[in-house]
Nanobody, 121 residues
């Protein structure tokens, strides 16, 4: 059974930083593209960042470019999202996802339960 468990969310002031983690089990982690998404209340889910299987390529939504960094540790089956210069528009639950395909295919087979990020002004 595949499990993706996010952690690291919380309440932070505008301009602050958080580091999200997603621990994966039940899959060959090093074979999967990993991604982060978010979905604020009343809005559609949106892509935040992704990283391919060997961390050789990373992808970011335009609104997080230069502020967020995605990374992974295949030995620990964990993917991270380092977030800095946070603003209230970043407030949302953040979800980890795993794909057996390239990012461009948009095929995300597994999802975590999410971790809440709240940025106060």
């Amino acid at each position: 059974q595949v499990q993706l468990v996010e952690s690291g969310g919380g309440l932070v002031q505008a301009g602050g930083s958080l580091r999200l983690s997603c621990a994966a089990s039940g899959l060959t982690f090093s074979s999967y593209t990993m991604g982060w998404f978010r979905q604020a209340p009343g809005k559609e889910r949106e892509f935040v960042a992704a990283i391919n299987w060997d961390a050789g390529r990373t992808y970011y939504a335009h609104f997080v470019q230069g502020r967020f960094t995605i990374s992974r540790d295949n030995a620990q089956n964990t993917v991270y999202l380092q977030m800095s210069s946070l603003n209230p528009q970043d407030t949302a639950p953040y979800y980890c996802a795993a794909s057996p395909a390239a990012v461009i295919e948009g095929r995300w087979d597994y999802w975590g339960q999410g971790t809440q990020v709240t940025v106060s002004s």
